[in-house]
């Protein structure tokens, strides 16, 4: 089964400050991978996802995130946060298919202070 | 074009008692997923369906708790009975099919006192 790190759990920055949230898994083979993003009292929502292609993918509000398959990573990075990128950082992954499910990280929570 | 719909958003409820959540997933999308958040984890799968099969339930605790789609569309979570361990967020989550990414609802906040 595949498992999923994220290593900063708990992320403090100043706006305009750059933004780079660690996410590691632990499956060899092929993956799909996702950040998702939690606002304050709002739902789960995709920012980005990774099926195949390019390994540097572009998501909403400036995200991106690079895959690097040799190093079993996905990172989500940001060049300039702002106060409303306060959230919750969750990466997921899963193999292609069916009947394979989404794993989750535990989530990073970033502050932005204005 | 709505979203996933959970409800309640918060229930508090005594230790022993039955509690359900309800849960409508977004119009066409045939699985769906039940999953547990505690406080400071990332969710957790409980029961993933297909159309109206559980195809995925391993990690559902069977002896308490039990979940149904019927019809294939609206779902609904039970727990019986409760304990205070089972305090957390219950969240719900539609994909079209298995090979796309889920969109989930905003969760039921499960208190046991």
């Known amino acids: 089964a595949q498992s999923v790190s994220q290593h900063n759990h708990h992320v403090i920055l100043s706006e305009a400050a750059s933004l780079e949230l660690g996410c590691n898994y632990s499956?060899?083979?092929?993956?799909?991978l996702f950040w998702y993003v939690q606002y304050p009292g709002q739902h789960l929502q995709l920012l980005l996802k990774?099926?195949?292609?390019?390994?540097l993918v572009k998501g909403i509000k400036g995200f991106e995130a690079e895959f690097i398959k040799s190093k079993f990573s996905f990172n989500l990075r940001k060049p300039s946060v702002q106060w409303s990128d306060t959230a919750e950082y969750f990466c997921?992954?899963?193999?292609?298919?069916?009947?394979?499910?989404?794993?989750f990280g535990r989530g990073t929570s970033l502050i932005v202070h204005p | 074009e709505a979203g996933v719909v959970q409800s309640p958003r918060y229930k508090i409820i005594e230790k022993k008692q039955p509690v359900a959540f309800w849960c409508n997933p977004i119009?066409?999308?045939?699985?769906l997923y039940w999953y547990l958040q505690n406080l400071g984890q990332g969710p957790e799968l409980l029961i993933r369906?297909?159309?109206?099969?559980?195809?995925?339930d391993s990690q559902l605790p069977k002896d308490r708790f039990s979940a149904e789609r019927l019809k294939g569309v609206d779902s609904t979570l039970k727990i019986q009975p409760a304990e205070l361990g089972d305090s957390a967020v219950y969240l719900c989550?539609?994909?079209?099919?298995?090979?796309?990414?889920?969109?989930f609802g905003q969760g039921t906040r499960l208190t046991v006192v």
């Open positions: 119009s066409g999308h045939n699985t």
């Open positions: 369906y297909e159309n109206e099969e559980a195809v995925d």
């Open positions: 990774y099926f195949s292609g390019d390994p």
């Open positions: 989550a539609s994909s079209l099919d298995g090979n796309t990414e889920a969109f």
């Open positions: 499956y060899g083979g092929t993956v799909n």
């Open positions: 997921a992954v899963k193999r292609p298919g069916g009947s394979y499910i989404p794993t």
